[in-house]
C-alpha cells in the first residue's frame, strides 16, 4: 500500500472511489466541465487530494483544503472532506492511513488546525474519526446548506 498526493491523470480512479461516498449523490455534469474543476484543483496549493493506492488502484482518500487565516498568528486551519474507503478495502487501516496523512501535511503546511465533519451519526464513524486524531468534544458544528431550486 501506498499513500500519496491523487495525480491528474488519476481522476477517474478518483470519480469512481467517489461512487462509494453518497449513493444519491448529484449526476456529474459533461465530463469536459469535471476536467475543468480537477484542473484548477491541481493548480490551488490550498487543495490537496490524498489517496491510498493497493497497486494501481486508488481504495481510500479524503481532501485537505487549507485555508489562509488572519487570526492565530496568520497561521491557515485545515478542513478534511470526502473521506471514502472502497467497500473490499474497509477495516484495513487504510481511511485512517490517509487522514494521517493529510494531517501530516496540514502540520508540516503550519495549520494551526484541522476540522472535519460527518454526516454519519453512528458511534462506529465517531470512533474511527477518533482513532485517526480528532476529538468530538473540541467544538459543535453549524451547517447551512443551498436552498433547493
Not at 4 to 21: F, G, S
Not at 76 to 104: C, D, M, W
Not at 134 to 148: G, M
Amino acid at each position: 500500500m501506498e499513500t500519496r498526493l491523487i495525480q491528474r491523470e488519476e481522476l477517474p480512479k478518483l470519480l469512481a472511489l467517489y461512487e462509494h461516498l453518497h449513493t444519491n449523490d448529484s449526476p456529474l455534469p459533461a465530463r469536459a466541465i469535471v476536467e475543468d474543476v480537477w484542473a484548477r484543483i491541481q493548480i490551488d496549493p490550498g487543495l490537496q487530494y490524498f489517496g491510498a493506492f493497493d497497486g494501481e488502484q486508488l481504495v481510500s482518500t479524503c481532501t485537505l483544503t487549507i485555508v489562509p487565516n488572519l487570526t492565530r498568528g496568520c497561521r491557515p486551519y485545515g478542513l478534511i472532506e470526502n473521506v471514502v474507503t472502497a467497500p473490499s478495502h474497509r477495516r484495513r487501516g487504510l481511511g485512517k492511513g490517509v487522514l494521517q496523512f493529510a494531517l501530516q501535511f496540514a502540520w508540516t503546511s503550519d495549520c494551526y488546525k484541522v476540522m472535519l465533519l460527518t454526516g454519519r451519526m453512528d458511534e462506529g464513524t465517531f470512533a474511527f474519526y477518533e482513532s485517526a486524531g480528532f476529538v468530538r468534544e473540541a467544538k459543535e458544528a453549524f451547517l447551512a446548506s443551498a436552498p433547493q431550486e
